[in-house]
């Protein structure tokens, strides 16, 4: 067999690139409301959908839900990139907002009606021992969407609120809306925005709108974005976002709007910065470009230093990696983002670059220049995070790559980022596995890492201190795969899964892997799960699609 690596994945229909929504589910009129922060610390913007056009579009709020007294009305934009069909974008902002207050509020208009009332927080103050909460993930289909809610599967495209009410309710994304302060979507929505004319789309923000209308969800843009028609829902469907970017405007095929593929905002003690690594890969309109953001990212990050005292941690995110260790993906794709990124994250000195776009997780020591000094305490570089499995029809990509020395942890079970800033020097970090795809139930929720990162020294980063050597070894790395135990191999080696394969071969014989292989299929289809052949470089977008499916005995 030329397959030399399998990854054992939850059943899937070999469908789920066209799931569609039945015709008979009914939504209402005004549906998939998502907010974002607005522009000024006083606002958040609200954006919705209708299939039929809308009269005068309106949001209301106040302090109490029966008390709405406040209104603004918005904007409406007609969506004609989906062949057969026309829909509407609205989007309204409330203004003169209070901070560390609860607001009710419903958007519609003088035809289709009003939105059922929702509450969200503006700006919670942190209190003493209590952090700000920013809930981290990317790559979440509409189908597979498992971080969502345990009841979230990959049999159906819906996983709203009344498919989550079916189960638990006090784990995964839906159980973190009482205490987030925002939500971070690293690109990859929906497996595709645009698929099916637009009505994957729809699911999806029917699905996320269980939280995004609570929290404000913030974005970056991922490479399933990237297409004619999938970028033109990207803008369209995100022009709520806060976008300080240069050009104002991106344009597509639906024409200009909100220039999302950059953008900035603070919350709390953290300056965000958005940015689209798909500017590496030829996606411009050709007024936005890789020249236009390298010019605005270094004035913005210019600005943001200047204001440390009082916004003191820095976290630039986007969709593709700088460092990872999974598969081809980092070899030279991010080598060539690594090249423009690095000096600018370095020199303006930028705690943390977040990404998802490989579907596991994957958190380094301070590193600059593949050099790490292991060690979160003051840290003399950038942190870099992969986040990327929250779940989607690709489902799980393995390490077939050995974990290097810069790498802390690595796990490619399905799983979301919690990230809690207790104050300038303090941020508590933790993975959360989301994986329903042989573990119990009582797995789902569980704290896979944990970690604190210390910095007393905000500020550029010098290179007389950057970190100066290539360990060999590292004692404190982990790594975690989610089907590593279930063949039975050794953990915490270091060592990516092939490897430990080969090992077992060598040493016990094909014999005593075929017996194994046998009882673990004996299992696999007990629980009818099925095993996905994958190409050795990991890079199994797709495959199963092409038929790479189990092939007996070989591994």
Not at 92 to 103: I, P, R, W
Not at 408 to 427: D, E, K, P, Q
Not at 544 to 554: F, L, P, R
Request: proline fraction near 4%.
């Amino acid at each position: 067999s030329k397959a030399t690596v399998s990854v054992l994945y939850w059943a899937r229909t070999m469908h789920l690139a066209t799931l569609v929504v039945a015709a008979t589910i009914s939504v209402s009129p005004i549906e998939q409301v998502h907010t974002a922060w607005g522009k000024n610390v006083n606002e958040i913007s609200a954006q919705w959908v209708t299939q039929t056009p809308a009269g005068v579009v309106t949001i209301q709020w106040g302090s109490h839900k029966d008390r709405m007294n406040e209104s603004t009305t918005g904007n409406s934009r007609e969506f004609i990139v989906d062949p057969g069909r026309t829909w509407y974008t609205h989007m309204a902002t409330m203004v003169g907002l209070k901070t560390n207050t609860e607001y009710f509020y419903r958007v519609g208009d003088s035809v289709n009606g009003f939105s059922a009332v929702n509450s969200i927080m503006n700006r919670r103050l942190r209190k003493e021992g209590d952090p700000y909460r920013h809930i981290i993930m990317g790559d979440m289909g509409a189908a597979c969407a498992f971080t969502i809610c345990p009841a979230c599967t990959q049999h159906s495209a819906v996983c709203d609120a009344k498919t989550c009410a079916t189960n638990k309710t006090n784990v995964g994304l839906i159980s973190e809306t009482a205490t987030a302060d925002q939500v971070l979507h690293v690109g990859d929505f929906a497996y595709d925005l645009g698929s099916n004319n637009g009505t994957v789309g729809d699911q999806f923000f029917r699905n996320i709108e269980q939280i995004a209308a609570k929290v404000p969800y913030m974005i970056s843009h991922g490479n399933h974005e990237d297409s004619e028609v999938n970028i033109a829902h990207f803008i369209e469907r995100f022009r709520l976002m806060p976008s300080n970017a240069l050009p104002v405007q991106y344009h597509t095929k639906n024409g200009a709007s909100t220039n999302s593929l950059y953008f900035s905002w603070d919350h709390g003690l953290v300056h965000y910065v958005a940015m689209s690594t798909e500017l590496w890969f030829g996606v411009t309109d050709f007024r936005t470009t890789l020249e236009t953001f390298v010019e605005w990212v270094k004035k913005d990050l210019e600005a943001a230093n200047k204001n440390r005292d009082a916004v003191p941690w820095i976290v630039v995110h986007g969709h593709r990696s700088i460092y990872c260790s999974c598969d081809s993906d980092c070899d030279a794709g991010a080598e060539w983002i690594r090249l423009t990124m690095e000096p600018i994250l370095f020199d303006y000195g930028v705690d943390f670059f977040i990404n998802g776009h490989e579907h596991n997780y994957e958190r380094t020591w301070p590193t600059h220049d593949r050099k790490s000094d292991q060690s979160n305490m003051d840290p003399k570089a950038t942190i870099y995070v992969v986040t990327g499995a929250a779940g989607s029809h690709e489902m799980h990509e393995p390490f077939t790559k050995p974990q290097p020395s810069w790498s802390a942890f690595r796990s490619n079970s399905f799983s979301y980022t919690r990230m809690m800033v207790y104050n300038a020097s303090h941020i508590h970090w933790q993975q959360v596995q989301t994986d329903p795809t042989l573990f119990p139930l009582s797995d789902y929720g569980r704290v896979i890492d944990d970690t604190w990162i210390v910095q007393h020294n905000h500020g550029p980063f010098k290179k007389e201190d950057a970190p100066k050597t290539r360990p060999t070894s590292c004692p404190q790395c982990s790594e975690y795969d989610h089907w590593t135990p279930l063949l039975g191999l050794p953990e915490g080696t270091g060592k990516a899964t092939w490897e430990l394969i080969a090992e077992f071969r060598k040493t016990h014989g094909e014999q005593a892997w075929k017996t194994k292989l046998r009882s673990l299929m004996e299992l696999v289809n007990s629980q009818k799960v099925e095993w996905e052949d994958v190409r050795r470089d990991g890079n199994s977008d797709g495959a199963w699609a092409q038929g790479y499916k189990w092939k007996g005995d070989h591994a």
